[in-house]
């Protein structure tokens, strides 16, 4: 018997059998394990890629009159700074508020 586990290929292949058969056994004990750990991280990953998502999506959605807003006050902002002399919006007790229709427009923006 010692001169058949003395052959380097009879050797090589029970040392192959063996690593083979405990990995089988060592895999059915993690396997369950592992795949409760990954279903976890898995949700987790997909909750959060969902959630940024969403949070694009409203960014997006709200993007564009935001900043046609910020531009239209930008150019009311540099308008009133060069006619600010005129007096376009001071308020005198005897004027009607609706005479005053820049300071009317830029209350309301």
Known sequence: MSEITSAPAVMAALVSALVTVLLFFIKGLCTPLWNKYLLVYKIKVEHSYE???????????????????????????????????????????????????????????
């Open 51 to 109: 959630q940024k998502k969403k949070i694009k999506e409203a960014i997006s959605k709200y993007k564009m009159p935001l900043l046609d807003s910020a531009e239209s006050l930008n150019h009311r902002l540099w308008n009133f700074s060069v006619n600010c002399t005129k007096g376009w919006h001071n308020f005198k007790n005897n004027e009607s508020i609706g005479d005053k229709y820049y300071l009317q427009t830029f209350c309301y923006r």
